[in-house]
């Protein structure tokens, strides 16, 4: 137990100091628990303080994509961009941070390896990679959705002489592109953010793209004044109809039916939506785009013909033309000027899939059929997504029963927040809940906000454990594979059913229910004593 710890018992250990870990810890240490937060990274801020490659940026608007939580926090902060570029998410986070003088209590450069419940005490213990030892009667994973990086296995990588860089963990110093021959493997959200910008700055630039993605243009602007102040001075009212949605976010969500409507009318509507709207504005155009059929191949055909229009050569706008799946059948990417950067001189599209890579060598890459020398690689190359994080941690639950041999088939959590045989032990947006289909950050603010109250509930009724039943995890389990099974979405070879990563069970992880559908059963849950727990 380290020095600290013997100082002052804790009450609850959280894991991470993202937008998750550092909500839960301003509510839980305002409702008078003593918490310390355990953060891997060497400063706060989770997926924005690691994913600072160039062009990245959040694809939910600024206006929403902040905490609620804080009135006099919402309007203060002043967002600049429709969508915030991440350096300014993260200034926003170090903002809050300051604001409600959380620092002093989070712990930096702090990876938790494992996390052991002990029966007979009913405490965890947490043990970090450099021997510390942690205690606490409850455990909050605030690990997040996309943060374990996918680590390459590309041959001959290790002799490769030039720099080699992720996406996902990019310098802090930046990096120096020009006169460069770069090399970018991936085009999910963070390659087709990083496209453009990496033209302008390389003398040449290799795009390798193994699965072509549907891609929206953000039209992304400066907020103007008359916006913001719309936005500040409604910001309750907002919010409150944010979580009616489907997603936690307003948007111009289609009411009517796609399959209600002539295809002329639906085209009118892409096309408006396209122009006007962008991002996930596009998607929203109808309740049925990802399940009925010709809606959808309706709106992937028609953003193929937006990839016609766009790239200049048709034998390069082709290869960018998903196929195979429909939109949504994988994360949709948002973009700014993706497409047109491939009408660029300087830039290649090498289309992997057809030709795989290889190798790398000393000078280059190689795929089947050519040779690229390059100066520098890129690895956009995405994540283990939703339960990379909480199975890289050696996690046991009661009777010694390891997380990894009970997610063995996939996860498996009651409402998305507990794991049976887990007590006392909380998930922030883990797998079963809505979490990467939403507004993440008013999702973790339900998430935390359940579990304060939860906490306040086994303290009123004098409780020390609460642990979700097998029964009521294995139907909310057949629940989420149901609705995910009624939609298009489990049939492409996405993150969200673990595609990419050989060996991963293939589970779509996600909720699908909506939102605020989620928000009723959880507050379901609470209303009925917690229906579904035991307690102890
Ligand atoms: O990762 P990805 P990401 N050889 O997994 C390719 C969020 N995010 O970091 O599709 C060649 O989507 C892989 O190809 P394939 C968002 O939720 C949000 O881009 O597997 N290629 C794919 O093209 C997003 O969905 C924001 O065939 C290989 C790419 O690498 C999630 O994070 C911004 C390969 C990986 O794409 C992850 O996005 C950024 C190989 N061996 C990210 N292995 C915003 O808010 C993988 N690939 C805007």
């Given amino acids: 137990m380290s020095e600290r710890e013997t100082a002052n018992p804790l009450d609850v250990i959280v894991i991470g100091a993202g937008f998750a870990g550092l909500y839960a810890l301003h509510r839980l240490r305002g409702d008078g628990y003593s918490v310390r937060v355990l953060e891997a990274g060497g400063s706060i801020g989770g997926t924005w303080y690691w994913n600072r490659y160039p062009g990245a940026r959040c694809d ?22 429709r969508y915030a570029p991440q350096p300014e998410i993260l200034r926003y986070i170090n903002f809050v941070a300051d604001k409600l003088d959380l620092r002093r209590d989070i712990q930096l450069e702090t990876r938790v390896v494992a996390a052991n419940f002990d029966e007979q005490s009913r405490i965890w213990k947490v043990r970090t990679e450099a021997g510390e030892a942690f205690e606490a009667p409850f455990c909050v994973m605030a690990t997040g959705c996309l943060s374990v990086p996918i680590v390459p296995s590309f041959p001959g990588l290790e002799s490769f002489e030039g720099e080699v860089y992720r996406t996902s963990d990019w310098p802090h110093e930046g990096v120096q592109l020009k006169g460069k021959r770069v090399g970018l493997i991936g085009t999910g959200s963070s390659g087709i953010q990083v496209t453009p910008v990496l033209a302008e700055q390389a003398k040449h630039l290799y795009v390798f793209q193994r699965t072509p993605n549907y891609s929206i243009p953000a039209l992304n602007r400066p907020i103007d004044n008359e916006y913001e102040q719309d936005w500040k001075q409604n910001y309750p009212e907002r919010r409150k109809a944010a979580l009616a949605t489907r997603n936690n976010m307003l948007s111009d969500f289609g009411t009517v039916p796609g399959s209600s409507v002539s295809h002329e009318e639906r085209e009118r509507e892409f096309e408006r939506r396209w122009t006007k ?6 998607v929203h155009a109808y309740p049925d785009i990802m399940t009925d059929p010709a809606v959808n191949a309706h709106a992937s055909e028609f953003v193929k013909k937006k990839i016609a229009a766009l790239v200049h050569d048709p034998e390069v706008a082709k290869k960018l033309m998903p196929s195979g799946y429909g939109i949504g059948g994988k994360r949709i990417c948002v973009d700014t000027a993706y497409f047109e950067t491939f009408n660029r001189k300087n830039v290649t599209l090498i289309d992997v899939k057809s030709d795989p890579i290889r190798s790398l060598n000393p000078n280059g890459l190689s795929t089947h059929s050519q040779s690229f020398e390059l100066d520098t690689v890129i690895l956009a190359i995405g994540f283990d997504a939703i339960t990379g994080a909480l199975l890289k941690i050696d996690i046991t639950g009661r009777n010694g029963l390891k997380l990894r041999d009970r997610w063995a088939e996939g996860p498996k959590t009651y409402i998305g927040m507990a794991i049976s045989g887990f007590p006392n032990m909380f998930i922030v947006t883990g797998p079963g809940s809505p979490s990467v289909f939403t507004n993440m950050v008013t999702s973790i ?37 149901e609705v995910a099974n009624a939609t298009l979405m489990p049939k492409g070879n996405s993150w969200y059913v673990g595609a990419n990563i050989p060996g991963k069970p293939r589970v779509f992880m996600p909720y699908l229910g909506g939102a605020a559908v989620y928000k009723k059963v959880i507050e379901e849950v ?5 229906e579904g727990f035991r307690f102890a």
């Fill in 60 to 81: 939910v608007e600024s206006m929403q994509y902040s905490y609620s939580f804080s009135d006099e926090i919402q309007r203060e902060w002043r967002w600049s961009q």
């Fill in 277 to 282: 709207v962008g991002g996930f504005g596009f």
């Fill in 445 to 481: 603010e339900q998430h935390v906000d359940w579990i304060a109250d939860c906490l306040a509930h086994l303290k009123r009724n004098g409780f020390s454990a609460i642990e979700a039943l097998h029964d009521a995890e294995d139907k909310w389990v057949s629940h989420v594979n």
């Fill in 526 to 530: 609470a209303s009925k004593n917690y």
